[in-house]
């Protein structure tokens, strides 16, 4: 009988701590991830898919405007260069 008892408050503790393994904000935020284009509906998938884009074609945009500016710098940097050495 004692040893029954044991059994059962092992099985019980193992549940606990399996549903506290559930409830860590690891595990929701994993489910989230895994599971949640499947629940948005068509709508709202769209509406994501398009949110996503938006912002890649923003960090795009961005990343060409950094390099024109990193070329455009540079150019100035190579003509002041040269003008610096016509002087002299």
Same mark, same amino acid.
């Given at each position: ?36 284009? #499947? +629940?948005? *509906?068509?709508?709202?998938?769209? @509406?994501?898919? !398009?949110?996503?884009?938006? $912002? ?13 500016? #990193? +070329?455009? *710098?540079?150019?100035?940097?190579? @003509?002041?260069? !040269?003008?610096?050495?016509? $002087?002299?």
């Amino acid at each position: 009988r004692r040893h029954e008892s044991r059994k059962q408050r092992k099985q019980r503790a193992d549940a606990r701590e399996m549903l506290d393994e559930a409830c860590s904000p690891a595990a929701s935020f994993a489910l989230i991830t895994l599971w949640r284009p #499947r +629940h948005l *509906s068509p709508e709202d998938n769209r @509406r994501v898919g !398009a949110e996503r884009a938006r $912002v890649r074609s923003r960090r795009t945009n961005e990343r060409r405007e950094r390099e024109e500016l #990193r +070329h455009e *710098s540079k150019c100035e940097k190579e @003509r002041d260069e !040269a003008t610096d050495t016509d $002087v002299w």
